[in-house]
C-alpha cells in the first residue's frame, strides 16, 4: 500500500505544479499588459502636460496684447481731451462731439495659469510597475499551497498595476478637460481682443476726422 500512496502524492503534486505554472504564465501576460496599459497613459499624460504649457505660454502673450490695447485706449482717451481743448482754444464748440468710449479688456478674463500649473504630474511608478520580490510575496500570503500563493501574487500585482492605471486615467481626463476649457477661453478673449483692436481702430479715425473737420 505505501507505494500506491507515494504515487498518488506524486501525481498531486504533479498536477499542483501544473496549475501553479498556467497561473504564474497568466499573471504574467495580465502583468505586461497592464505594465503597457500604464505607459501609455503615462506617456499620454506628458503630452497633456506639455500642451497645458503651451497654453500658460499662449494665457501670457493674450495678457500682454490686452495690456497694449488697454494702454492704447488709454493713449487715445487722452488725445480726445487734448483734441478738446485745442478746438475749445480756438472758439470752436466741441460739446456736440460724441467721443467712442475705451473697451477695456480685463486680465482675469485668462487669468487660468494657477490652473494650468497644477497639472504638473511627478508619479513615479517604477516601484510598482515592476513585479514584487518573491519574499515580498511569501510574507504577503500566509498559506504554504503554492497554487494559493500563486493565486495570491496575480491579485496583489493585477491590483497594484489596476490602480495605478485608473489614477493614470482620471488625471489625463482633468488634463484634456482643462485644455478645452483654456481653448475655449482663449477663442473668446480672441474675439473680445478683436473686437477691442476694432474699436480702438474707430477711435483712432474719429479723433483724425474731428482734426480734420475742425481745422
Known amino acids: 500500500m505505501a507505494p500506491q500512496n507515494a504515487q498518488t502524492d506524486a501525481g498531486d503534486d504533479t498536477e499542483e505544479d501544473s496549475v501553479v505554472e498556467v497561473i504564474t504564465r497568466y499573471a504574467r501576460s495580465i502583468s505586461q499588459s497592464l505594465r503597457n496599459a500604464v505607459t501609455h497613459a503615462v506617456d499620454a499624460g506628458k503630452e497633456a502636460t506639455d500642451s497645458l504649457a503651451e497654453l500658460q505660454s499662449q494665457n501670457e502673450n493674450l495678457k500682454r496684447i490686452k495690456t497694449a490695447l488697454n494702454e492704447s485706449h488709454e493713449t487715445v482717451t487722452a488725445t480726445q481731451k487734448i483734441v478738446d481743448a485745442y478746438v475749445n482754444s480756438v472758439t470752436w464748440i466741441s460739446n456736440s462731439i460724441a467721443w467712442k468710449k475705451p473697451t ?18 511627478t508619479r513615479n511608478w517604477k516601484s510598482i510597475l515592476w513585479p514584487i520580490t518573491t ?17 495570491g501574487n496575480l491579485a496583489s500585482t493585477a491590483n497594484d498595476q489596476l490602480d495605478i492605471l485608473i489614477e493614470e486615467l482620471k488625471s489625463n481626463r482633468q488634463k484634456t478637460e482643462l485644455i478645452a476649457n483654456t481653448v475655449q477661453q482663449q477663442n473668446e478673449d480672441l474675439e473680445r481682443i478683436s473686437d477691442s483692436a476694432v474699436a480702438l481702430q474707430d477711435r483712432v479715425n474719429q479723433v483724425n476726422r474731428v482734426l480734420r473737420d475742425k481745422t
Open 104 to 121: 477695456r479688456l480685463e486680465k482675469a478674463e485668462t487669468d487660468t495659469n494657477n490652473d494650468l500649473t497644477k497639472n504638473e504630474s
Open 135 to 151: 519574499a515580498t510575496q511569501e510574507t504577503n500570503v500566509t498559506e504554504n499551497n503554492p497554487v494559493a500563493k500563486a493565486m
